[in-house]
């Protein structure tokens, strides 16, 4: 069963997708109310699930119901570097991979692609003593990213 909080970012994701425009306003206890959770749940799932590194902007206002607009931020040269620089010199494999799905998200790479450079940061395959793996997975996805950062570029220009 689905947890909690990948239902409530899969329901925003989804109210996202039908947007006429690249955000949604939502109320923080309107959306605590359809789950049945508390606000602090959907906050969580705000603050690690739709967060800049993710692709998204959350526009918080207090009062009158407390509106939250979460923006599908567009792919830049700007983004593509935050993500490397987020990455920093070291990543567990399952982080990555949430790297990766982002991308696949953002329609960046194809599934195929997800599953290769999945594939190249996978803990049995990395040829390095357990404590370097972080290390040696970390300089793999940047140097993927700023290779997929290059192509996009070069495809904009």
């Excluded at 239902?7 to 949604?24: G, P, Q, T």
């Excluded at 605590?32 to 902007?57: H, K, M, W």
């Excluded at 803990?123 to 793996?133: G, H, S, T």
Aim: aromatic share 6%; glycine share 4%.
């Amino acid at each position: 069963m689905a947890r909690l909080s990948d239902l409530i970012e899969d329901f925003i994701k989804s109210l996202i997708e039908e947007a006429d425009e690249e955000y949604i306003e939502i109320k923080r206890n309107e959306l605590a109310n359809i789950f049945n959770c508390a606000p602090s749940q959907i906050n969580y799932v705000l603050e690690t699930r739709f967060n800049l590194s993710n692709g998204y902007i959350i526009e918080s206002r207090r009062g009158g119901g407390g509106y939250i607009k979460i923006i599908k931020r567009p792919v830049s040269k700007d983004w593509m570097a935050k993500l490397i620089s987020d990455i920093g010199d070291n990543i567990t494999e399952s982080k990555g991979r949430l790297y990766i799905d982002t991308l696949l998200e953002h329609d960046l790479i194809t599934e195929r692609e997800a599953a290769l450079m999945k594939s190249v940061l996978n803990d049995k395959i990395l040829p390095v003593a357990q404590y370097e793996k972080p290390i040696l997975r970390a300089i793999l996805l940047k140097v993927m990213l700023a290779e997929l950062s290059n192509n996009l570029i070069k495809r904009s220009d």
